[in-house]
């Protein structure tokens, strides 16, 4: 595993386990020599996790959109920065440069960027693993709408397996280094 994929919030949220869980995920990603790929963005935990990375000797890859460029949320230290038109560009580019996905805390943007990789997936348009960084139980409500898909038959069980969860940063990243995916997957190609 080369390169991982993070989404995160933009903002810090309300409580400093999550500041330190972007931090903590930094410095095992550099520490492995996984390089991240993320937002691009300064700011909230987005800033906090690039500036961990760099920090430990890690290498850093943001992806942003032009239109957030000009609104100067743009993380002008990264060795690698790739400027795109929009959002769309945005995603795939994260989703081509990725061996894996993680998502630590955030708000609708990295619900739905995670959910979406997780889609393509479930499609067949990859096999790379799924992680939730589940700080201080933030993803739990996910989980659970998740695990209530699967009983209402919206997501088969063999696809609710595809994501990993862990609370502890180098736990996951073991885990999506090993990953397999459950026999019972069926890719769409």
Partial sequence: MKRIAVYCG???GTRAAYVGAAENL?????????ELVYGGG??????????????NGGHVIGVIPE???IKEVVHEKLPDL???K????RKALIAELSDGFIALPGGYGTCEEFCEVL??????YHQKPFGLLDVAGFYRPLLQFFDHAVTEGFIRPAHRELVLVEEDAGKLLRRLETFQP?????WVR
Avoid: F, T, Y
């Avoid at 300064?42 to 920090?55: E, I, S, Y």
């Fill in 10 to 12: 933009s903002n810090k």
């Fill in 26 to 34: 930094g410095r095992q990603l550099a520490k492995r020599g996984i």
């Fill in 42 to 55: 300064c700011v909230g935990l987005m800033g906090v996790l690039a500036d961990a990375v760099l920090q």
């Fill in 67 to 69: 239109k957030l460029v």
């Fill in 82 to 84: 790739r400027v795109v």
């Fill in 86 to 89: 929009n959002m769309h560009e």
């Fill in 119 to 124: 889609a393509w997936s479930q499609l067949g």
């Fill in 182 to 186: 459950p026999q019972e997957v069926k």
